[in-house]
């Protein structure tokens, strides 16, 4: 941190003019010992967050906090970055490239929303909220991790009934894990865990109670109560807002957004919620239909803990097809080398595993990712190195939960003077859940899904092709961030990647073209549930962060409740995040009031990957090479809707989301 400071003293201190040269490009390049240090403690708090290592969070948390707070009030700073901006569009600025002038544009908004025009009462308030909005943040992420390492339901073979003999090891491996006797078998509150056995599991007492404790994590102790610190965080975020004019932490975060207003954002969710509600309350009917032929009796209906188990009995009956069928076909080490190869046949990326290189657990798998790059004058192809690429896959004591890319160096070319070119190749990292099994771990489709989402950002940070680190990588506005890993689940489903790569973890059979025929047809089934559990999470991320007051009576469950009765969420639905476990809302502000993103991305990417359809191949090189340049590589080196028209030649249509969902017809 003191190393920084003084990185950021120089500028202040160089006594030459204001220019791109002795406040721009210095600015980018300063505190790089701290970007190394600080990617690892960050990368460490989410992957192996021991006791010890969680106190030094705790402490940290308000420091690091404070720090940040003092970069952007350094006296002189802005002064310097304000004068570079208003001269940007000048004739002696004229030689600067597009990317240059972003580069300012976006430093000086990072100086104004973190508050760099305050006066000094105003500065030392706003350093003091961040801080304690950091420690709280630290505290609740901590809370639900704790929650999830406590948790488990031990279960003798008999209360296992129904499960498929894959969560069956996945059960006696968390069972050993836990040094439980062989008889014994554990379900946590791991998700790849949780669902399947809400899927499966014909003990309906057993999936209520596992269900409950899932859906309360982050409130299952008194003294974790996930609820108050939400609270106080929702108070904090308005303050924040009001100091920067705004009614609200909702319009206050859509400013630098695509989306704009929290107007925009509500007229995008309601639209797909009230066509994914008609869906949703469709599929139920058909689960009620179903228990109703079986002559069971549901006391109190199907609920929560009964939808995924009833949906899979009326996907069997409707297309033969269940999920234990599909998994024998969908071993981790098969969909690695899928993404892997989708990967070399899109952008020409081939994957070197180092097991020389030792990395923070014996879980991670290192690759040097390469490619061959034609020299532009002779045509000569040479072997570059693109990236280091960690690939940390199971679910253990002591991780965060849930899904995630992350760096622990992101792409440059701005390096200071006689520094080593490596130290622009970037060092990506993607963490998954994955519950561990024996002999081979075997994925749902849907984690197939999420491996292949997470290798999305992954080439986000590795094809990364910009100048300046600000600009580089996932470094863009958060409703674009997901488009790139959202768009590579598209080839997940496509038959050429399945026929290749999906292959029987005992036999090595190929999958066949029946139960690929069979896929394809299930392909929007439950549709409306899935799209409704999500909407919801963001329907009430936008409510909550559009109150302009929290009075001191504000009860988070209960406008949890009044929330969902007024949006008419469906019987036998709950959010897919509910308050005392939102990490993306409450464990940062990073995705508070932006939880609607992903929605916003799927509008993109169902009709960037309709122009792969449109050409007649998936893997078309022309098209690969467009989505590479202006979706993979760019950056945030230019506006996000202007990257959006070049590569597709128009403003997006929500037509092919839509249709994606099987929601046209709503």
């Not at 705790?58 to 720090?67: C, D, G, N, T």
């Not at 000094?120 to 639900?144: C, G, H, P, R």
């Not at 894990?177 to 062989?182: G, I, P, S, T, V």
């Not at 949890?560 to 308050?579: L, N, S, W």
């Amino acid at each position: 941190m003191s190393s920084h400071l003084r990185d950021l003293d120089d500028i202040v201190n160089d006594p030459r003019d204001p220019t791109f040269d002795t406040v721009m490009i210095p600015y980018d390049r300063a505190g790089g010992l701290l970007d190394r240090v600080g990617s690892v403690f960050g990368n460490y708090c989410g992957s192996l967050n021991s006791p010890d290592m969680q106190s030094v969070q705790s402490e940290m948390a308000p420091v690091l906090s404070r720090h940040t707070s003092s970069t952007y009030t350094l006296p002189g700073l802005f002064e310097k970055i304000d004068a570079v901006h208003q001269n940007r569009h000048n004739s002696e600025n004229s030689h600067l490239t597009k990317e240059e002038v972003r580069l300012i544009e976006r430093v000086w908004m990072d100086f104004t929303r973190q508050g760099a025009r305050f006066n000094d009462a105003v500065k030392e308030e706003y350093a003091d909220i961040m801080a304690e909005m950091s420690s709280l943040q630290t505290q609740f992420q901590q809370n639900v991790m704790k929650d999830e390492e406590t948790y488990e339901m031990v279960l003798s073979l008999e209360e296992m009934a129904g499960c498929p003999d894959s969560l069956i090891d996945a059960a006696r491996q968390a069972a050993a894990e836990r040094e439980k006797d062989d008889e014994y078998y554990v379900i946590t509150l791991s998700r790849s865990l949780v669902e399947p056995f809400l899927t499966y599991s014909d003990r309906r007492d057993l999936r209520e109670q596992v269900c409950r404790a899932w859906m309360k994590r982050g409130e299952l102790s008194a003294d974790r109560d996930n609820s108050v610190l939400a609270v106080q965080l929702l108070k904090l975020r308005k303050r924040i807002a009001e100091l920067h004019g705004c009614s609200s932490f909702a319009e206050f975060q859509c400013l630098d957004k695509m989306a704009k207003t929290p107007a925009n954002v509500i007229d995008l969710l309601e639209n797909v919620w009230a066509r994914a509600r008609k869906s949703a309350n469709r599929e139920r009917l058909a689960l009620e239909q179903y228990v109703e032929s079986t002559g069971e009796v549901l006391d109190g209906g199907i609920e929560f803990w009964d939808w995924r188990y009833y949906a899979e009995k009326v996907r069997k009956a409707r297309y033969d097809l269940d999920e234990s069928l599909i998994k024998p076909y969908f071993s981790l080490q098969s969909v690695t080398e899928a993404v892997m190869a989708v990967s070399k046949n899109l952008f020409g990326l081939r994957y070197i595993r180092r097991h020389d290189v030792e990395a923070y657990h014996p879980d991670v798998d290192v690759y040097e990712v390469r490619e061959n790059v034609a020299d532009t004058k002779t045509g000569k192809l040479s072997d570059k190195l693109v990236a280091l690429f960690l690939h940390d896959n199971y679910a253990r004591k002591h991780k965060s939960s849930g899904a995630w890319m992350s760096e622990y160096r992101t792409q440059t070319k701005n390096l200071p003077p006689n520094a080593d070119p490596m130290e622009g190749v970037p060092i990506v990292s993607n963490n998954n859940n994955f519950a561990k099994g024996q002999p081979s771990t075997l994925l749902s489709y849907n984690d197939a899904k999420t491996l292949f989402h997470e290798m999305g950002h992954g080439h986000h940070g590795m094809l990364s092709n910009a100048n300046f680190g600000r600009l580089a990588s996932t470094n863009v506005l958060t409703d674009f961030v997901e488009l790139p890993s959202q768009l590579f689940e598209h080839w997940l489903s496509q038959p050429e990647v399945l026929k290749k790569h999906a292959k029987h973890f005992e036999t090595g059979e190929p999958i066949s073209d029946e139960l690929l025929q069979k896929i394809k047809a299930a392909e929007k089934f439950n549709q409306g549930f899935e799209t409704v559990e999500y909407a919801a999470c963001a329907l009430f991320d936008m409510a909550v962060h559009m109150i302009e007051d929290y009075d001191d009576g504000f009860d988070l469950g209960d406008f949890e409740a009044k929330q969902m009765e007024r949006m008419g969420m469906p019987k036998g639905i709950v959010m897919r995040h509910r308050p005392t476990h939102f990490q993306h809302l409450f464990s940062s502000s990073h995705y508070a009031a932006g939880y609607y993103v992903y929605m916003w991305a799927q509008v993109l990417d169902a009709d960037v990957f309709a122009a792969f359809e449109e050409s007649g191949n998936v893997f078309d090189p022309d098209v690969a090479s467009k989505a590479r340049q202006y979706i993979y590589s760019s950056g945030n080196t230019e506006a996000p809707d202007e990257l959006f028209r070049s590569f597709r030649g128009r403003d997006p249509d929500i037509k092919f989301l839509l249709e994606k969902l099987g929601l046209a017809n709503n």
